[in-house]
Nanobody, 119 residues
Framework: QGQVVESGGGLVQPGGSLRLSCRGP???????????MSWYRQAPGNQRELVAT???????NYADSVKGRFTISKDGAKKMLYLQMNNLKPEDTAVYYC??????????WGQGTQVTVSS
């Protein structure tokens, strides 16, 4: 805990956009790029689900429910992981978590950021 920190959640209307950010302030460059980093989300009453992944070999994967709407990316200069979310739907409402599996195999979770899609 505490190795990655999310920001950028909030309230948005259906069809709107948000960008989530996740930083690893203690990560050095090799750790940042060598980590497989993902976004998960958990809605009330539901299990935590995988939304998108940026692998250590720079491939991206998405849940079917967000394909074509969400984009995961990394900025090495800022050591930031992003999740650009477009055309948001009420069913995207959840707490979004940043997850990082470091090259050592250790795992970091962020504290979560709330995204609410509602008119």
């Amino acid at each position: 805990q505490g190795q990655v920190v999310e920001s950028g959640g909030g309230l948005v209307q259906p069809g709107g956009s948000l960008r989530l950010s996740c930083r690893g302030p203690r990560y050095i460059s090799s750790t940042f790029w060598g980590s497989t980093m993902s976004w998960y989300r958990q809605a009330p009453g539901n299990q935590r689900e995988l939304v998108a992944t940026f692998t250590s070999d720079r491939r991206t994967n998405y849940a079917d429910s967000v394909k074509g709407r969400f984009t995961i990316s990394k900025d090495g200069a800022k050591k930031m992981l992003y999740l650009q979310m477009n055309n948001l739907k009420p069913e995207d409402t959840a707490v979004y978590y940043c997850h990082s599996q470091r090259p050592s195999g250790d795992v970091d979770w962020g504290q979560g950021t709330q995204v609410t899609v509602s008119s």
